[in-house]
């Protein structure tokens, strides 16, 4: 029998599809309430959500507190939060992990902020680990200098509550026998509860490939800067077939896009090859990308934290290594 | 008609040298000193936004800030920038804040200036990166927010309809003042300071709060007021075998491309 408070995931959906990062976020989810031995539960807010209750389940949801209603088949932020708000208030939950959507960021502070308790964004990892024998939630996050990583806690306030970016935790197996409770609640919204008001939601396709669907990324850094630019790391990535991202310095140089840039405040990929080009290692950079296959780093400075994480260090000049790289590559790809 | 606006800055380390930040091993707090610091980039068009509306509905525009004596000069900067008014909140008990415990004084301090109808943000700082205290803000100050905001178009002066990007795609939404927006650098080009600008500036007034004038709540601030602690810095372990590769250029990277093949990551 599984007591005490349980771990809560709150499970998005756009157009009536699970978005990835909550089926994500219940691997871990499932992992800690295990750990915890309580139960696994989902919030799961739309409209005719049936389909996506049993798909739940069978990723691990011990109970799914289903709320239907056809003015919350697109996300309302005002509503959304005062749901959650008061389903916490009312069930206690000891641990709560949003996916860090547009959406997952625009909910959880207001959540967290309603029911006064602590929020730490984008955590890299996730575990249980005991104070004088009680339990709580270590939430791990990149720290500055080096290779540091920062655990951070919430000691009083519950409860626990967490983002995390998609594509940093594993997508769990999904197991059709596995069986669990729909719990429907109806709370009382009123037309006047809707102080912002989604009126339209379009989804765009994206131009080329995404870096988080690509195989191959190449990514370009500060240190092309004083090399001559980020030309050579378009060029390795056409060789390569690859996608091109890169660090938040090449997105504030206008090299590269917002949706290409990786690390912590930006996306979080796992190709079957990554490269990276000229840029030093930070963990908020790093942490985008460390689930890679393979990684190869390229730059001058063989001190460089990059090459801790690296499969593969080329240490040199990068106006020298990167045209034998791509001529090279010419030849065996 | 006219409309009071806050816009609400952040002084951040310069991100060119976020590789010269390090963490105290004994204090576990942030070392910056001699790191050069800027307006957080958001927060430009979050002011370029606020002035905008300005000269489109008249109105006033307050900037305001929480830091060390030294955030005065993200005010200084706000002000040249042609903004009428603004606040530093500044006391030893702020210092050490999480997300929510800068939202609390934020929210005292703008509600010790009298009436507010639209309050903007930047969607993120490029330090914390969390996007969290707009929305905090917003609902301690007991008005809707919207994250992401890259389009406003007003339908009247109370009346306006945003869009709000999403990873791909976006959301326009209907809402009505006051409300906290938190911008993306889409929504405009700022405007950079100009010399008449840096002058009547010297002659605008930076407010500067306690936590006594501005009655936040007992045990909402500083690092006693925060819910989240930092527990542990640790160092990151990599499982990963970090083979160098060195040499003349042309063998370094045939011996590096050799390798890629063993692995069959090509």
């Known amino acids: 029998m599984k007591r005490g408070n349980p771990v809560w995931v709150w499970t998005e959906q756009r157009n009536n599809r699970l978005m990835d990062v909550g089926v994500e976020l219940l691997g871990k989810g499932l992992e800690l309430s295990e750990r915890l031995n309580v139960k696994l539960e989902t919030i799961l807010i739309g409209n005719q959500t049936g389909k996506l209750a049993d798909e739940l389940m069978a990723y691990g ?112 197996a999904r197991n059709e026998a596995r069986k669990g409770e729909i719990i429907k609640v109806t709370p009382d919204i009123k037309d006047g509860d809707f102080k912002v008001k989604t009126i339209e939601m379009v989804e765009e396709k994206a131009l080329g490939i995404p870096i988080e669907e690509a195989d191959t990324v190449v990514a370009g850094g500060w240190g092309l800067f004083s090399a001559g630019g980020f030309k050579p790391v378009e060029e390795l990535a056409e060789v390569l077939g690859a996608a091109v991202g890169g660090t938040r310095p090449a997105v504030d140089k206008e090299w590269i896009s917002d949706d290409q840039m990786i690390g912590q405040s930006g996306k979080t990929i796992n190709p079957k090859l990554f490269i990276s080009v000229g840029a030093s290692g930070a963990m908020h950079f790093t942490t985008g990308f460390l689930r890679s296959k393979v990684i190869m780093a390229i730059d001058q400075n063989p001190d460089a934290p990059i090459f801790k994480v690296s499969d593969i260090g080329l240490v040199g000049d990068l106006r020298e290594i990167l045209p034998y790289l791509i001529e090279e590559l010419k030849n065996v790809v | ?107 005292s301090g703008i509600k010790k200036l009298g009436n507010f109808d639209l309050i903007l943000c930047g969607n993120e700082t490029v330090d914390g990166a969390t996007g969290q205290v707009g929305p905090q803000l917003a609902e301690l100050l007991g008005i809707p927010h919207v994250t992401f905001v890259n389009e406003i178009e007003w339908t009247n002066e109370r009346d306006l309809i945003v869009k709000s990007t999403l ?66 810095v640790f160092e990151h372990k990599s499982k990963r075998k970090g083979e160098i590769i060195e040499g003349l250029p042309e063998d370094a990277v045939k011996r590096a491309v050799k390798r890629l093949r063993e692995l069959k990551a090509i």
């Open chain 2, 167 to 232: 990873e791909r795609g976006y959301m326009k939404l209907q809402v009505t003042l006051p409300v906290l927006l938190s911008v993306v650098k889409e929504i405009n080009e700022p405007r950079l300071p100009t010399v008449l600008g840096i002058m009547e500036a010297t002659e605008k007034e930076i407010k500067f709060f306690n936590a006594k004038d501005i009655d936040v709540p007992e045990g909402t601030i500083g690092l006693a007021g925060s819910p989240t602690r930092v527990a542990d």
């Open chain 1, 61 to 172: 949801a011990d109970t799914v507190y289903m709320i239907e209603d056809p003015r919350l088949q697109t996300y309302q932020s005002d509503v959304y939060a005062n749901v959650l708000a008061d389903l916490i208030r009312e069930h206690s939950p000891d641990i709560l992990l949003i996916g860090a959507t547009n959406i997952g960021m625009d909910l959880a502070p207001r959540v967290a902020s309603k029911v006064e308790t602590g929020l730490t964004a984008h955590c890299v990892d996730l575990c249980i680990d005991e104070d004088n024998g009680i339990p709580y939630l270590a939430q791990v996050v990149p720290g500055w200098g080096g290779n540091l990583m920062v655990k951070i806690v919430c000691p009083e306030k519950r409860p626990q509550m967490a983002t995390v970016r998609p594509g940093v935790l594993e997508k769990p």
């Open chain 2, 1 to 107: 008609m006219s409309l009071d606006i806050v816009v609400c800055i952040k002084q951040v380390p310069d991100p060119e040298y976020f590789s010269k930040i390090t963490i105290d091993p004994v204090k576990q707090t942030i070392r910056r000193e001699g790191i050069p610091t800027i307006i957080n980039p958001l927060d430009k068009h979050a002011l370029e936004e606020g002035l905008k509306i300005k000269e489109k509905f008249s109105g006033k525009v307050t900037a305001v800030t929480m830091g060390p004596p030294s955030a005065r000069e993200v005010l200084e900067e706000a002000l040249a920038l042609g903004i009428d008014d603004s606040v530093l909140l500044c006391d030893r008990a702020f210092a050490g804040a999480d997300t929510l415990a800068t939202a609390y004084p934020l929210a």
